[in-house]
């Protein structure tokens, strides 16, 4: 089965509104890994703990991120600096399209997440 496609809509956070595509669970995030790097923490060690490593991710072209934090159980919309913008709290597969919460910092509107078909090769 290919995974779906990940667009936000209507963000305060105009970076964010774009298309993400699936990524492998075991490939880390370069923004994450960017945060990881300036708290000086083990970028592997931390990926392990928060990520599954079976639940999918979300990667736009802009480094922009979606994942699933199985450590405080949230989705959670990271811009490309790896800093936390938007989390939602529902247990799904995949982003839930409403319910977003800003963290602190975050503009407003909140985000929309719209699942899109993904017809690559």
Request: proline share 9%; glycine share 10%; net charge negative.
């Amino acid at each position: 089965m290919r995974l779906p496609f990940v667009s936000v809509q209507g963000s305060g956070e105009t970076d964010e509104n774009v298309v993400f595509r699936p990524q492998d669970p075991l490939r880390i995030p370069a923004g994450f890994d960017r945060t990881c790097q300036k708290a000086r923490w083990n970028t592997q060690g931390m990926w392990d703990q928060l990520s599954d490593g079976t639940s999918p991710w979300f990667e736009a072209d802009n480094e922009s991120y979606i994942y699933w934090n199985r450590g405080n159980k949230k989705w959670w919309i990271d811009g490309p600096s790896g800093a936390g913008l938007y989390t939602n709290d529902a247990y799904t597969e995949l982003p839930p399209p409403s319910g977003w919460v800003a963290l602190a910092g975050a503009k407003e509107p909140l985000p929309n997440v719209v699942i899109l078909e993904n017809n690559d090769a």
